[in-house]
Structures are given as structure tokens and as C-alpha cells.
């Protein structure tokens, strides 16, 4: 066997073995669980891409936007009341 031939040969058999998914895509193939992954994660983070409300979403107002960054600036923030989310429970420790 000619030593052309054989290493054409050879070339040839490591070049077609080596076909793989992205050979198909070149042909039109897709993979159907191609992207699944993403496509999971972006349903687990989308509840409801057109939600409905019951009540509109209050107005804003950038005149309380202005006040409230001015309070800010001058350090005259009203402070909010301090508020529990526990009870104390009877007998136990206050």
C-alpha cells in the first residue's frame, strides 16, 4: 500500500470519527434539549409573565420623591416606630 494512500486513509477514518453533535447542527439538526436548562430556569423565575391586578399601583409623586431625599440631606428623617413580630411567650423568657 502506498504510503500516500494509507496516511490519506488514516487522516480520512480520524477526521469522520471525530463527526459529532455540531456536525449535525451544519446539516440542520438540533438537539431538542438543547438550552432545556435555561429554559427551566427562566419558568422557575417567571410566575406570571402578564399579571393581573385587582387594585391599580398607587401614583407616584416626585414632589415626595424631592421632599424625602431633602429630608435625607439635611439628616431630618422621621424615624420609624419600633415595631415586634414576636409576642412573648407565657412563662418564658422576656
Given at each position: 500500500?502506498?504510503?500516500?494512500?494509507?496516511?490519506?486513509t488514516?487522516?480520512?477514518?480520524?477526521?469522520?470519527?471525530?463527526?459529532?453533535?455540531?456536525?449535525?447542527?451544519?446539516?440542520g439538526?438540533?438537539?431538542?434539549?438543547?438550552?432545556?436548562?435555561?429554559?427551566?430556569?427562566?419558568?422557575?423565575?417567571?410566575?406570571?409573565?402578564?399579571?393581573?391586578?385587582?387594585?391599580?399601583?398607587?401614583?407616584?409623586?416626585?414632589?415626595?420623591?424631592?421632599?424625602?431625599?431633602?429630608?435625607?440631606?439635611d439628616?431630618t428623617?422621621e424615624?420609624?416606630?419600633?415595631?415586634?413580630?414576636?409576642?412573648?411567650?407565657?412563662?418564658?423568657?422576656?
Amino acid at each position: 500500500m502506498n504510503s500516500k494512500v494509507f496516511l490519506f486513509t488514516a487522516l480520512s477514518g480520524l477526521s469522520l470519527g471525530g463527526c459529532s453533535v455540531a456536525d449535525k447542527e451544519l446539516l440542520g439538526y438540533q438537539d431538542p434539549s438543547w438550552g432545556e436548562a435555561n429554559r427551566a430556569t427562566m419558568a422557575a423565575q417567571v410566575i406570571n409573565p402578564n399579571p393581573e391586578y385587582d387594585t391599580l399601583v398607587p401614583e407616584s409623586s416626585a414632589e415626595n420623591a424631592v421632599n424625602a431625599i431633602e429630608r435625607y440631606r439635611d439628616g431630618t428623617v422621621e424615624q420609624p416606630e419600633r415595631q415586634s413580630t414576636t409576642e412573648p411567650v407565657a412563662g418564658g423568657p422576656n
